[in-house]
Every structure is written in structure tokens, then in C-alpha cells.
């Protein structure tokens, strides 16, 4: 009987460690397309918010196992959605400002859209980490 307890302490002891241990913090810059911070972005997990940057354009928050995607919103920028990692806990994020396509249909403009921002972001990261804005020449997301 005796060994019984001391077993289901134990399971019970590993548990709580595990479900403690699965938290890790993130931490990370916002900044918009002329690499300049924007504050009071609002970073959200589906649709509760859950963190918004400084005046600097940094955050930071408590990550839970429960969180696999975060989505970054900015009036004016288009919106961000992030895959949450492991291996990546330093967020570096260029928000780009929001475009109007006239005259096209929807899948066109999505289409504008997502050329226009592979064509910019891999430009913008490399000039934000030489100008030692971000600490990562390419994001890890």
C-alpha cells in the first residue's frame, strides 16, 4: 500500500512539472514597413489578446502549449499570423501597410498581396538587422 502511494506521488509530481514546463516566454519587435516601431500592436491567440507592444514595438509574453498560432493586428497593416516554434522564441515582425486593389477580383488582390509582400519582406529584414534593429538577419517564423 505503501509503494502504491509513493507511486501516484510521484506520477503526480511529474505531471505537474510537465504541465508547468511546457510555458516558455516570447519576446519580440513589431515594426512597420520604414522600420519604424509601432506600439499598441495588439498580439492576439485566436481571439483573445494576449499581449500589446510598447512604445518601442517590443513584447513579451508567457507562451502555454495551448498557443500554436498568434496573429499580430495594427490598424492600417495587413494582418500577421505566426506559427509558434520551439526552436524560435524571438519574434522579429515588419507589418506591411495595408493596400487597395481596384477593379480586381478578391483571389487577384490576394494574389497583389502576397507577391508584393514576398517581394519586400526579405529586403526589410535584411536592412533591419543591418541597421541593428532586429537581432536575426531572417525570421525564424
Do not use: W
Not at 487597395?100 to 529584414?125: C, G, H, M, Q
Amino acid at each position: 500500500m505503501k509503494k502504491l502511494k509513493i507511486t501516484i506521488i510521484v506520477l503526480l509530481l511529474l505531471i505537474v512539472q510537465k504541465s508547468f514546463g511546457q510555458e516558455n516566454i516570447i519576446t519580440g519587435k513589431v515594426v512597420d514597413s520604414q522600420l519604424k516601431e509601432l506600439a499598441m500592436v495588439l498580439i492576439m491567440s485566436g481571439s483573445k489578446i494576449i499581449d500589446t507592444t510598447d512604445y518601442n514595438g517590443n513584447f513579451k509574453f508567457k507562451c502555454t502549449s495551448e498557443i500554436k498560432y498568434i496573429t499580430i493586428r495594427f490598424i492600417g497593416c495587413d494582418t500577421e499570423t505566426i506559427k509558434i516554434t520551439e526552436n524560435c522564441n524571438v519574434l522579429e515582425v515588419v507589418l506591411l501597410e495595408t493596400g487597395t486593389y481596384d477593379f480586381v477580383s478578391i483571389k487577384a488582390a490576394e494574389r497583389k498581396r502576397i507577391r508584393r509582400r514576398n517581394k519586400l519582406l526579405p529586403k526589410l529584414y535584411k536592412e533591419a538587422y543591418e541597421r541593428k534593429i532586429f537581432n536575426n538577419k531572417k525570421p525564424c517564423h
